[in-house]
């Protein structure tokens, strides 16, 4: 038999020679006499190498596979609870929800268009900074009183259309 010395077996399997002697301190690798020096068996240890990659490599897909499967039973509740969630009125459909909110801002939109021409006579007569200043949190006072129920005030009707072309977007 002729064996090699660590360093000749870590440039053989492309490992360091710290992991060479942890392999053999874990059992994997084996040194045998070969009169006065401890050598390995090149072939016996690459067969052991082999085979503790293919041991190692197991349990990770296996890990792997798992979490996968759970993964997937996840998503699988999660779509169902979204089912329930809809069949009980507690979800809409993203459709729907975007077409009641663009009629909101359609509506928020309309409402601040008109605030130049609403206001300009005030400001331009506006004398002092304090006048101006006044104008400025009527501006902002009526403006939020029309906001205000805003969004309650927004009718299926306005929107049904939209509704219809969203849901069946998701049929």
Avoid: W
Wanted: glycine share 6%.
């Amino acid at each position: 038999m002729r064996g090699v010395n660590q360093r000749e077996l870590a440039a053989a399997l492309s490992l360091s020679s710290r992991q060479v002697r942890n392999l053999t301190d874990s059992g994997v690798f084996v040194r045998k006499h070969d009169g006065n020096a401890l050598v390995y068996d090149l072939s016996e240890c690459v067969q052991a190498y082999m085979a503790h990659k293919k041991e190692s490599e197991k349990p990770e897909a296996e890990d792997q596979l798992k979490v996968l499967r759970e993964r997937k039973l996840r998503a699988e509740v999660r779509a169902a609870e979204i089912e329930v969630d809809e069949a009980e009125g507690r979800l809409i459909p993203l459709g729907v929800h975007e077409a009641r909110i663009g009629a909101i801002c359609d509506r928020l939109r309309s409402l601040l268009m008109t605030v130049p021409s609403k206001y300009l006579a005030r400001i331009q007569t506006a004398r002092t900074e304090l006048e101006a200043q006044a104008v400025g949190e009527q501006i902002r006072d009526e403006t939020l009183r029309a906001l205000q129920g805003t969004s309650n005030q927004v009718d299926e009707e306005d929107v049904q259309g939209e509704v219809d072309a969203a849901e069946d977007e998701v049929a």
